[in-house]
């Protein structure tokens, strides 16, 4: 339970910590976030309620920072999507759960990046007003998304390799701490 609410506490700090840092000086390193590795891995190894709630509560708890500190509302249509997408992830990790093996999870957390890019990037196509509603204006959403900000390729890219490092992360500490001797994750985790 502990290295639960430790997990939960880096991730905020993580995504604060990157969202406030000037685009100078982190450049390159949009989207590049814990939270959908945690969504996914959360609902293989952790009980199914902490599964579900940790990566939203992650979630929710930097947007409080980061929506105040940008001057923007906590409960607008654009925010929804991240939700949506990020309980998608979990939805993957739930399927992964029974047979938890590397290529499984791999694959579950390149169809989540997948997936939460979509899902993202439609969600602003429908909430921003400077994208067409058309199929020419969702295809900008998806691909080079707005003036003045970075491809929205980009940010899929950053997202996927994030989500694949820490999965891979992620399932190495879980490898690690089985072989240690941790027989109570498993109880733990059977009894949710």
């Given at each position: 339970m502990f290295a639960s609410f430790l997990l939960l506490?880096?991730?905020?700090?993580?995504?604060?910590?990157?969202?406030?840092?000037s685009s100078a000086q982190m450049d390159g390193w949009h989207n590049f976030s814990p939270l959908a590795a945690i969504a996914l891995c959360g609902a293989i190894y952790l009980p199914r309620r902490l599964a579900i709630a940790l990566p939203l509560v992650a979630l929710f708890v930097s947007d409080l920072f980061l929506n105040a500190h940008y001057g923007t509302a906590l409960l607008?249509?654009?925010?929804?999507?991240?939700?949506?997408?990020?309980?998608?992830?979990?939805?993957?990790?739930?399927l992964v759960r029974r047979l938890p093996e590397l290529p499984r999870?791999?694959?579950?957390?390149?169809?989540?990046?997948?997936?939460?890019?979509?899902?993202?990037?439609?969600?602003?196509?429908?909430?921003?007003?400077?994208?067409?509603?058309?199929?020419?204006?969702?295809?900008?959403?998806?691909?080079?998304?707005?003036?003045?900000?970075?491809?929205?390729l980009t940010f899929f890219r950053n997202s996927l390799?994030?989500?694949?490092?820490?999965?891979?992360?992620?399932?190495?500490?879980?490898?690690?701490?089985?072989?240690?001797?941790?027989?109570?994750?498993?109880?733990?985790?059977?009894?949710?």
């Open positions: 506490l880096v991730a905020v700090v993580y995504r604060i910590v990157l969202g406030v840092t607008s249509l654009d925010i929804l999507p991240r939700y949506l997408a990020l309980g998608g992830c979990v939805g993957l990790g739930l999870i791999l694959g579950a957390s390149v169809a989540g990046s997948l997936l939460f890019y979509v899902i993202t990037n439609t969600g602003s196509w429908l909430a921003e007003p400077a994208y067409a509603k058309t199929a020419a204006g969702w295809w900008q959403a998806l691909t080079s998304g707005l003036p003045g900000y970075p491809p929205t390799l994030s989500d694949l490092f820490f999965t891979a992360l992620f399932v190495g500490c879980m490898a690690v701490s089985r072989r240690s001797g941790a027989p109570a994750l498993a109880k733990a985790r059977n009894v949710a």
